[in-house]
């Protein structure tokens, strides 16, 4: 089945040591999205993939960066992560095509836990 | 700038009786609805979407969903709950301008008591 991936499901850091996480998709969707959610809270989204081009929200911490390599990867990096980064992370896809709206496809997440 | 209120963090319904999550969305745009499923240590899951065509959306898992322009709201429903559907729920809206990036209400939490 289609579907969008992300490992680990669980990742645990140390504070101020850098960490990435993945998604892969093989959905072949332009859009790619990652989204902190933390407990009890709804996703906030922190950046997306529009094919190659990249685009941050307005809030998102420099601390969080993004690499997009190929229409299947995309990759979120917390360059020194501190205990409010402590969160579940989703990527999303979807194919944003122009004159129609698609939904967006979630991945399991990544639960990050920052000792 | 679009929004999103779900009525309710907590909602408790029995075993049976009917699901009513309640959602009001604000737009300067026409909107793109979603109710989305999210279970415990997993990602969200799509159970049905407004994309201007008919009012009434039905999804899975026996959800549907009503459009109501008038009243700003897209309410989910479902007749009898079943103890498989305890999760959160969220609404989100978007429109086709730019990433159609979602925008989230701040979720329900829906318990079913046996």
């Known amino acids: 089945d289609a579907m969008v991936i992300q490992n680990p499901r669980y990742q645990v850091t140390q504070f101020g040591k850098p960490v990435t996480l993945s998604c892969s998709q093989t959905l072949n969707h332009n859009v790619m999205y990652w989204y902190q959610q933390k407990s009890s809270q709804a996703p906030k989204l922190l950046f997306h993939?529009?094919?190659?081009?990249?685009?941050n929200e307005a809030d998102t911490p420099d601390n969080f960066q993004s690499r997009r390599p190929n229409t299947s990867f995309c990759f979120l990096d917390i360059r020194s992560p501190g205990l409010g980064d402590a969160a579940m992370y989703l990527c999303?896809?979807?194919?944003?095509?122009?004159?129609?709206?698609?939904?967006?496809?979630f991945g399991p997440g990544t639960r990050l836990t920052v000792l | 700038a679009q929004s999103v209120t779900q009525l309710g963090s907590h909602v408790s319904v029995s075993e049976g009786a009917l699901v009513l999550l309640r959602c009001n969305y604000s737009?300067?745009?026409?909107?793109?609805l979603f109710w989305y499923v999210q279970y415990p240590n997993q990602g969200l899951q799509l159970l049905l979407k407004y994309t201007s065509a008919a009012t009434l959306v039905k999804g899975i898992n026996g959800f549907e969903a009503e459009f109501k322009k008038s009243e700003t709201s897209f309410h989910l429903t479902k007749p009898s709950a079943h103890m498989s559907d305890a999760a959160e729920y969220f609404c989100a809206v978007s429109d086709l301008r730019g990433a159609q990036k979602l925008v989230f209400g701040q979720g329900t939490r829906l318990t079913i008591n046996p």
């Open positions: 737009s300067s745009v026409p909107p793109y």
């Open positions: 993939y529009y094919d190659k081009d990249f685009n």
């Open positions: 999303a896809t979807s194919r944003a095509l122009a004159g129609s709206m698609d939904e967006q496809f």
